[in-house]
Nanobody, 125 residues
Framework: QVQLVEHGGGLVQAGGSVSLSCTAS????????MGWFRQAPGKEREFVGA???????YYSDSLESRVTVSRDLGKATVYLQMNSLKPDDTAVYYC???????????????????WGQGTQVTVSS
């Protein structure tokens, strides 16, 4: 069983940046694909980005220019950096871990086996 704990988030001004982290325990981190999703009130959970066990990264087409996903294998931690924030970026951001690989699987919530508790990011205008 893999446990995921997210850190970061909070209130950010529009145009600013946010950095989130997610630390995994209970599994072999280097063998996991790690993803980030977000969910705004009344909306479906949306793919933000992911990093495969190989280190290859995948991004949402609409967010790719503003998002970077990275990881530190030694710390079993995955990071999400998002720039040029807009009020529409306000959401709960979730970290997830998967035993699967490939963009077709990693861009959908059902492709993940474990989820963090989520962290709120609020962008003020």
């Amino acid at each position: 069983q893999v446990q995921l704990v997210e850190h970061g988030g909070g209130l950010v001004q529009a145009g600013g940046s946010v950095s989130l982290s997610c630390t995994a325990s209970g599994g072999i981190f280097r063998s996991l694909a790690m993803g980030w999703f977000r969910q705004a009130p009344g909306k479906e959970r949306e793919f933000v980005g992911a990093i495969a066990p190989s280190g290859r990264t995948y991004y949402s087409d609409s967010l790719e220019s503003r998002v970077t996903v990275s990881r530190d294998l030694g710390k079993a931690t995955v990071y999400l950096q998002m720039n040029s924030l807009k009020p529409d970026d306000t959401a709960v951001y979730y970290c997830a871990a998967s035993h699967n690989d490939g963009i077709l699987v990693l861009r959908i919530p059902g492709g993940y086996n474990y989820w963090g508790q989520g962290t709120q990011v609020t962008v003020s205008s």
